[in-house]
Structures are given as structure tokens and as C-alpha cells.
């Protein structure tokens, strides 16, 4: 059974950091594209950062700078740095994991919840 277990979240006030964690089992992790997603409420969830499994990162632009994504293979965990975290990144974020390009496969995690606020 995949599963993909988030954790990480929490509250901070602007100006702070968290690291979020996603565990992977049941799967090749290290063939998979792992990305972070959040949906805050009343909007659409989205894409905000990925590496693949070769390694290639993009982030989407309102967090370059600010946030880092990593993985350690040997561990089946990606990790999400965020610093300087601003209010409007408050959301529920997803770990996703992708396998394929023509007819890909999708795997999500459950979220972590992240609240920036003073």
C-alpha cells in the first residue's frame, strides 16, 4: 500500500521558519518526481515546488528565495524548507508523488497544516 505521510506543520509568526517532511513507502521513491502542493482555503490547490527524480527543481515564483525543496532517496523523504514565511502562505500543504509522463501516475499525501500569523 503507497502511502505518502506529511509533517512539518504548524504556527509561526511572519518572518519565521518551518520544515515540512514527507515519508514515502510502497513505492521506488527514487524513481518518482516528488512535489509540494497547498490550497488554502477558498483556492485552488497549487504546485509549489517539485524536483524530480533526477534531480531538477522548479519552484513557483512566489516563494523563490524563501522556500528550498530537498530528498534523500535513502531515507524515501523529501523536505521542504520555508523561511521568511508570510501570512499568505498559509495553507494545508501536500506531499504528491509523480511516476510517469505520457499516462502518469499520482500518489498524495493527507497535508500538513501551516498558519502564519502574528
Known amino acids: 500500500q503507497v502511502q505518502l505521510v506529511e509533517s512539518g506543520g504548524g504556527s509561526v509568526q511572519p518572518g519565521g521558519s518551518l520544515r515540512l517532511s514527507c515519508v514515502a513507502s510502497?513505492?521506488?521513491?527514487?524513481?518518482?518526481?516528488i512535489g509540494w502542493f497547498r490550497q488554502a482555503p477558498g483556492n485552488q490547490r497549487e504546485l509549489v515546488a517539485r524536483?524530480?527524480?533526477?534531480?531538477?527543481?522548479n519552484y513557483v515564483d512566489s516563494v523563490k528565495g524563501r522556500l528550498t525543496i530537498s530528498r534523500d532517496n535513502a531515507k524515501n523523504t523529501v523536505y521542504l524548507q520555508m523561511n521568511s514565511l508570510r501570512p499568505e502562505d498559509t495553507a494545508v500543504y501536500y506531499c504528491?508523488?509523480?511516476?510517469?509522463?505520457?499516462?502518469?501516475?499520482?500518489?498524495w499525501g493527507k497535508g500538513t497544516l501551516v498558519t502564519v500569523s502574528s
Open positions: 510502497g513505492i521506488r521513491f527514487s524513481v518518482y518526481d
Open positions: 524536483i524530480t527524480r533526477g534531480g531538477n527543481i
Open positions: 504528491n508523488a509523480r511516476w510517469g509522463i505520457t499516462n502518469p501516475t499520482y500518489y
